[in-house]
């Protein structure tokens, strides 16, 4: 790897990690976009492999920002990824054998409809005093299995699917979710890395460099995050308009257009 591309996964790795403490999700969204197109990895799987791993320690380091600023509720994290980690599992164990550009395809489309759910649920503050309880239980396991499933086939974090699936189960506002995401996003990252390891698809330099840049990040992701929670409904539109962004970008590259 040159000078320039290595400065370019620094770059990417920045963006991601910004990404990552902004909104919870978006990481992977970004992270394998920007490995095929820009820095210039050629197989799909080795990029959602090596974005897997560094998503999954630049969760971790937007997670600990999020915790000091109190945005963490920790029981329903651990629901989320105890369920999910199990579904990530079969997943990417599907996504392996899949195509990789049907597999960027397929994973444009989950993002748009994603992103036109979360544009019509702008505008719900959510319950600040919500939590995980036994009765909730079965509800958060559900949506963290279903969540983990996708994360593990289309080799992403899944905090873009997370954050919903958290607002959707518990009730939590935006800004919970978001930093309770990414419990589970470390978690499954790291889940989906070890398979694609296992394969020899994880290049582990380029891995590193994304690392790097995304602890700059997503410190300033965080502070953003605070700003626009402040403003009902900024947050989340913010995070539809990242999905569909990018979601545009990926499908018409994954059909061959614009190459």
């Known amino acids: 790897m040159d000078l320039l591309h290595s400065l370019l996964s620094v770059l990417s790795g920045g963006l991601v990690g910004f990404t990552l403490g902004m909104v919870g999700g978006g990481g992977s969204v ?12 050629q197989d799909p799987h080795v990029a ?13 380091l937007g997670l600990a920002s999020h915790a000091r600023a109190g945005h963490v509720k920790w029981r329903c ?27 960027l395809a397929l994973f444009a489309l989950v993002m748009i409809a994603v992103g036109i ?36 086939f289309f080799g ?14 518990t009730g ?10 990414l419990v589970a996003v470390t978690a499954f990252g790291l889940t989906t890395a070890a398979n694609y390891a296992a394969s020899g698809l ?5 891995a590193g460099l994304f690392i790097a840049g995304g602890a700059v990040g997503s410190l300033g992701g965080t502070l953003a995050a605070r700003r626009l ?13 990242l999905i569909f962004v990018v979601a545009a970008y990926v499908l018409v590259r994954s059909l061959g257009f614009g190459v």
């Open 30 to 41: 970004l992270a394998v976009p920007l490995m095929v197109y820009l820095v210039g990895v």
């Open 48 to 60: 959602i492999g090596t974005s897997a791993f560094a998503v999954a320690v630049n969760a971790a």
């Open 77 to 103: 994290g651990g629901m989320y990824a105890a369920a999910g980690i199990i579904g990530a599992l079969f997943g990417s164990t599907l996504g392996k054998a899949v195509d990789g550009r049907s597999l």
């Open 117 to 152: 759910l979360m544009l019509r649920n702008r505008h719900n503050p959510g319950h600040p005093n919500a939590e995980c309880t036994r009765e909730k239980a079965p509800k958060v396991a559900g949506f963290g299995f279903t969540t983990g499933l996708f994360s593990g």
């Open 156 to 169: 992403i974090g899944g905090g873009f699917l997370i954050v919903p699936g958290l607002v959707g189960s």
């Open 172 to 181: 939590m506002p935006i800004i919970n979710a978001v930093g309770t995401s």
């Open 202 to 206: 994880v290049h582990w330099p380029l």
């Open 229 to 241: 929670a402040a403003s009902r409904g900024r947050l989340t539109t913010a995070f539809a308009i």
